[in-house]
């Protein structure tokens, strides 16, 4: 995904716009996601683990904001 807005709280939390399914495929629609809202019992992750490279994934992360 791409962070649209960092939670000062947590900034591994942040709301987040998701492009990439769990196998990395482009979505056709994306959706927002916001990571401080979630609850522990929600599927899938919660926070942001690690920043990836953009570009290793074809994703220009301007045209999602």
């Known amino acids: 995904g791409v962070v649209l807005r960092v939670n000062?709280?947590?900034p591994y939390r942040p709301k987040v716009r998701v492009i990439l399914n769990d196998q990395g495929i482009k979505l056709p629609q994306p959706y927002d996601v916001n990571l401080c809202e979630m609850n522990e019992g929600a599927r899938g992750p919660h926070a942001i683990v690690a920043p990836l490279d953009p570009a290793a994934y074809g994703i220009?992360?301007?045209l999602y904001l």
């Open 8 to 10: 000062a709280g947590d």
């Open 60 to 62: 220009d992360p301007l």
